[in-house]
């Protein structure tokens, strides 16, 4: 059983930035962030391939947040920046990625980390 802890989470204002991690327990294929506001589906932010060469953005955040992964370290991060309130939501860290499957998708992924809140506010 991979075991995943995330950080980084907290609360900033519209227009600040926060760094999220995400600590696997072991080595694993591709990893993702999702995140689900109250009242909506889980929606898939970013994703990176096992390697690192790939990465994938949900649109809301494309060209503000970025993914990036230590290998060593079994680490993924998430580098969000210009936040708004609409990114206000439970952050997830997801690993282990079914061959074929869309990254942005919460189905394609077999391991969650517990959640991290991020609270934007204006």
């Known amino acids: 059983q991979v075991q995943l802890v995330e950080s980084g989470g907290g609360s900033v204002q519209a227009g600040g930035s926060l760094r999220l991690s995400c600590a696997a327990s072991?080595?694993?294929?591709?990893m993702g962030w999702f995140r689900q506001a109250p009242g909506k589906e889980r929606e898939g932010v970013a994703a990176?391939?096992?390697?690192?060469?790939?990465?994938y953005y949900g649109d809301s955040v494309k060209g503000r947040f970025t993914i990036s992964r230590d290998i060593p370290r079994n680490t993924v991060y998430l580098q969000m920046n210009s936040l708004n309130v609409e990114d206000t939501a439970i952050y997830y860290c997801?690993?282990?990625?079914?061959?074929?499957?869309?990254?942005?998708?919460?189905?394609?992924?077999?391991?969650w980390g517990q959640g991290t809140q991020v609270t934007v506010s204006s």
């Open positions: 997801a690993a282990r990625c079914t061959l074929g499957g869309s990254l942005l998708r919460p189905t394609t992924f077999g391991y």
């Open positions: 990176i391939s096992t390697r690192g060469s790939f990465t």
């Open positions: 072991e080595s694993i294929n591709c």
